[in-house]
């Protein structure tokens, strides 16, 4: 018995396999009882280590932190979306004047380590008479970065659609702009969301670079008070909380992608578009025009 992809294990295969599954769980367990032991050895569980999270106002600096690393990831992520279409859409051009100074272009800000950004930017500029706020410095670093890849994510999408899509849309009458918005793009981001959301986390992970240029989010607010002698200086109680925050954070942000894709995956068009390019069909002349035709309203402004 075999599948589409590979051959069903046997049953000396599965046995292979639990027996692999059941040691690297145990060597998990015991890296984490480890830690948890060394931590404990070093007191770093003792209740004076732990009272400054028991105070409302250490709580309402680590939320406003909280707000500080949100604020910058919000704003990073339109700018993100936002310069990847834009660098998209200049590499797919038919224009060659255009495709190959923006394909430098995303090639030299994905090439740009997302703190070598910022700190250009907030300790640069001002040699240049510039100045940059530490928030605006964050903001620009993870957009120029992040942008980039977002970018080539698009790219490599409509990349690999088939051919006969295209032409569809050409049969139909749409120019190449209705053609990119129609028909290549939206199938581009269905397919490529998961990528695109796993950007959006590093982005979003990326907001606790700011803390070296002094911008006061999250993990700058936790090293600020971890910092504190009177309470024996509880740095790792402080990153292990502000850890927690972060993980919360990126698995809200995984379940938004997840509701985001079963959304597009129930939409009747994308039921259409899945039905139209199922493994084993028959492509005739005209069908995929046929399919196109029922998905794109083709208005006068999209005919040639």
Known sequence: MSSVLYDVPGPRAVARNRVLGIVTVVVIVALL?????????????????????????????????????????????????????????GRLSDHAWVRLPVAWITEILRAIPVLVAMMLLYYGLPVLGMRVSPYWAVVIGLVIYNGSVIAEAIRAGVASLPRGQSEAGYAVGLRKSGVMRLVLLPQAIRAMMPVIIAQLVVTLKDTALGFIITYPELLYIARQLGRNILYEAPIIPFTLVTGAIYILICMA?????????????????????????????????GTDTQILAQQVDVDGSDRK
């Open 33 to 89: 009882a480890f830690v948890i032991w060394r931590f404990a050895e070093a007191g770093q569980f003792t209740a004076r280590k732990w009272e400054l999270l028991s105070y409302t106002a250490v709580w309402a600096q680590i939320g406003e932190g909280l707000l500080a690393t949100l604020r910058a990831f919000a704003l990073a992520a339109v700018g993100s979306l936002v310069l990847g279409f834009a660098l998209a859409i």
């Open 253 to 285: 942000l995984s379940y938004v992608a997840y509701r985001v894709e079963r959304g597009l995956k129930r939409s009747p068009k994308v039921q259409t578009a899945n039905a139209a390019m199922a493994p084993g069909r028959v492509h005739e002349e």
